[in-house]
């Protein structure tokens, strides 16, 4: 079943994949995170406090590598899709190409009158 309008920009998908790829905004994030954590936790005066504080880096410190993992799952994943675009997009041309190779050479009499004998007019 066709889509209407259904095209991917293999050149935009693939420049915005090596962005992202190549962003370090969660690593940068998550190096922030944990020098935050260590001068807060050094300078609070308080072991109460200085555990709180490690229990919620801790909790942080995974939701920041759960992010980066989705990130890459979902980059990967896009790009698996965008190469099997490609794929089909040239298995599809191919395929076009062959059926023309295929296509019968028609003698002129018979492109002009047909099988029966007479000329179509439309």
Sequence with gaps: MAISGYNID???CSGLLARVRDDDGIVSAASALDSAYEEAASGCGSPAVAAALGAVHEML???AQAA???VENAV???SQAVSAYIVGDSAMAETAR???DRAPDLEPEHAAFGSRGMLAVY
């Design 61 to 63: 410190a995974q939701q």
């Design 98 to 100: 062959q059926s023309v």
């Design 76 to 78: 990967d994943g896009v």
């Design 10 to 12: 293999v050149a935009g």
């Design 68 to 70: 980066a993992a989705r």
